[in-house]
């Protein structure tokens, strides 16, 4: 059975950082790109980070120079370390299972395959 199973999340004050944990299992993880999704409150799913399966990292411009996305393949987790948080930032975090490509055009064009159930972050003084 396929779990991915998030940790980490949290309330922390605007400015402050965080480190989410993804700890995945039933499939072979080294094979499979991964990513981060956040869905904010009354909003749509929004693509965050991924990292392919060769170590390359991809971000969206909203997080870009703040988060940093990283995977250990010996303990089968993926993380991600956010810093320098804003309310804005507030989401429930998904990690996913990501065959997707980078697209000179679009960007990162995600394939999502296997979810967690996510992590509530909220950002709030």
């Known amino acids: 059975e396929v779990q991915l199973v998030e940790s980490g999340g949290g309330l922390v004050q605007p400015g402050g950082s965080l480190r989410l944990s993804c700890v995945a299992s039933?499939?072979?993880?080294?094979?499979?790109?991964m990513s981060w999704v956040r869905q904010a409150p009354g909003k749509g799913r929004e693509w965050v980070s991924t990292?392919?399966?060769?170590?390359?990292?991809f971000y969206a411009d909203s997080v870009k120079g703040r988060f940093t996305i990283s995977r250990d393949n010996a303990k089968n987790t993926l993380y991600l370390q956010m810093n320098t948080l804003k309310t804005e930032d507030t989401a429930v975090y998904y990690c996913?299972?990501?065959?997707?490509?980078?697209?000179?055009?679009?960007?990162?064009?995600?394939?999502?395959?296997?979810w967690g159930q996510g992590t509530q972050v909220t950002v709030s003084s």
């Open positions: 996913a299972t990501d065959r997707g490509r980078w697209t000179l055009v679009a960007g990162w064009r995600p394939e999502f395959g296997y």
């Open positions: 039933g499939f072979t993880f080294s094979n499979y790109g």
């Open positions: 990292i392919t399966r060769g170590g390359e990292t």
